[in-house]
């Protein structure tokens, strides 16, 4: 077969150029330090190397994610440590305050021990994290939690932190469920003494007697004393706003406790408690017969009167309207109230329940309420209302049996309800510690995990220098002996052989 000179050209050409392509691929390489240049080089481990990489991405936003949520625990911890310590040295002034022999004037510098005390509760209750965000507002980050009379201004949208594939946290509490709510699982009541009692009725301590089986566990309880038949003294009982038919009850001098029985409750009560108008004493449970959905966005103050084994979700949209499900639920739209009550009917006329909210919410929002045991927030929890209370009382000087034992009744309420708010800021300082060991347990396992992906995206990725520069000389080698071989081959000639 001839071979032509052109052919001789071409193939010596090919040749060189083939070596020169492929060490022209291995400067790449050497120079990225990738073993892929293009996918091409190995699709199955460029396939491979993308899940990789995005896993490994996932694992390192994790990361982030984590070290946010620690922040953010870690300021709320010490938030919590010093409200402690401020609930504590309240405490210790609330118990100075029962002291029988204190002045007016006394007891007026211990008001202003306590304003200067509400007022740096306030402060640490509007804390912010390290991006100016309001730590307990909920999702309003922007709102501070509480205003300055004390009012919850945020909504009950926890914001929560994807610290994990399948994990998510709350990287702070809502204001409400720290500054006016009862520790969850605690069953027990705290007494309110009506504003405008004018005898000399005191109530003492208050003890449950039957926590599973009592007509008055999980409600509010309302005492209101009247005049009987025969012009002596006996108290009525509301369950949750609605009259008890068992009553009213004899009550008289020797009379030392009220409710008990059924009630599963009772009162040590002392005093001779006015008829005109009625003075009435509330207890407000420690507990409740409902829970308020974690996700709601809605902020709840309260549900009294709920008759219905069904939850519902009440919602306000962008009309300004409030709405209820499911159907056939009614809801009578409130006006334009401060503190929107919203009564829920069955459709059929009946009243199955009245949620009453602390403000008018944002268009969109919406709340989730389910009967049965719960621990959700109440006004008569407010830590700030509780001490605007008791510094009224202290400022207010006790010239007459009448007015010192409404002091007597204001100071024991404010006693049981600080001690409410004390107990529930341990809770939840016990929950942020056990969501502080939680993310740095979820560190220690993610950073193995994320070490773990970066070696497997090595493995498939980098490139071995050995064997590349190995294959680097080779392939130097290689061009130079095409390029010998061309220079012999093109001097080949006829001519030159017969010589």
């Excluded at 409750?265 to 017969?289: E, M």
């Excluded at 334009?336 to 009564?343: C, D, F, G, R, T």
């Amino acid at each position: 077969m001839r071979i032509s000179s052109n052919l001789f050209f071409q193939t010596g050409l090919n040749s060189i150029n083939a070596q020169q392509a492929d060490l022209v691929h291995l400067y790449k390489q050497v120079g990225s330090g990738k073993r892929m240049v293009t996918p091409s080089d190995d699709p199955l481990a460029a396939a491979q190397a993308i899940n990789v990489s995005q896993t490994l991405a996932m694992g390192e936003r994790y990361a982030a994610n984590r070290q946010v949520a620690s922040r953010n625990l870690g300021t709320e911890d010490n938030v919590l440590r010093t409200v402690t310590l401020q609930l504590q040295d309240v405490k210790t002034r609330l118990v100075e305050a029962g002291n029988g022999t204190m002045s007016d004037v006394d007891r007026s510098m211990l008001s202003e021990v306590l304003q200067a005390a509400r007022d740096s509760l306030l402060n640490l209750a509007n804390s912010t994290d390290g991006n100016g965000q309001y730590l307990f507002s909920g999702s309003k980050g922007n709102t501070p939690a509480f205003n300055d009379a004390g009012q919850y201004m945020g909504d009950s949208s926890q914001r929560l932190i994807q610290v994990d594939q399948t994990r998510q946290l709350a990287g702070a509490d809502l204001g409400i469920d720290i500054f006016s709510r009862a520790a969850p699982g605690t069953t027990g009541f705290v007494t309110i003494p009506g504003a405008g009692n004018s005898g000399t009725g005191v109530f003492g301590k208050t003890v449950v007697t039957d926590a599973s089986g009592g007509t008055a566990i999980g409600k509010k309880v309302d005492i209101t004393f009247e005049v009987d038949g025969s012009g002596g003294l006996q108290y009525q009982v509301y369950l949750d706003g609605v009259r008890d038919t068992s009553g009213p009850y004899p009550y008289t001098d020797d009379t030392n406790t009220l409710l008990g029985g059924a009630y599963g409750v009772s009162v040590d009560f002392s005093g001779v408690p006015n008829t005109n108008p009625g003075d009435t004493f509330t207890l407000i449970p420690q507990n409740t017969n409902y829970s308020v959905s974690k996700d709601s966005t809605m902020s709840i103050a309260n549900v009294s009167k709920l008759n219905t084994s069904d939850p519902f979700t009440i919602g306000y949209d962008v009309n300004g309207d409030y709405t209820v499900e499911p159907s056939p639920l009614v809801i009578t739209q409130p006006g334009s109230a401060e503190k929107p009550v919203l009564v829920i009917g069955d459709g059929s006329g009946n009243v199955i329940g009245e949620v009453a909210l602390y403000g008018k919410p944002t268009p969109g929002s919406e709340a989730t309420i389910s009967p049965g045991s719960g621990s959700t927030s109440r006004d008569e929890f407010n830590v700030f209302a509780t001490l605007d209370e008791i510094i009224a009382a202290l400022a207010t000087p006790t010239t007459d049996p009448v007015s010192a034992a409404k002091f007597q009744n204001s100071l024991n309420s404010a006693l049981q309800r600080i001690d409410v708010t004390y107990d529930n800021i341990q809770s939840v300082s016990a929950s942020v510690g056990t969501r502080m060991v939680e993310v740095e347990a979820l560190n220690a396992s993610g950073s193995s995990r994320v070490m773990e992906y970066r070696n497997q995206l090595s493995q498939l990725e980098d490139l071995d220098y050995y064997t590349a520069i190995t294959q680097l000389q080779l392939r130097t080698t290689a061009l130079e002996a095409a390029a010998t071989a061309f220079q012999k081959i093109q001097n080949t000639s006829l001519f030159n052989m017969n010589r």
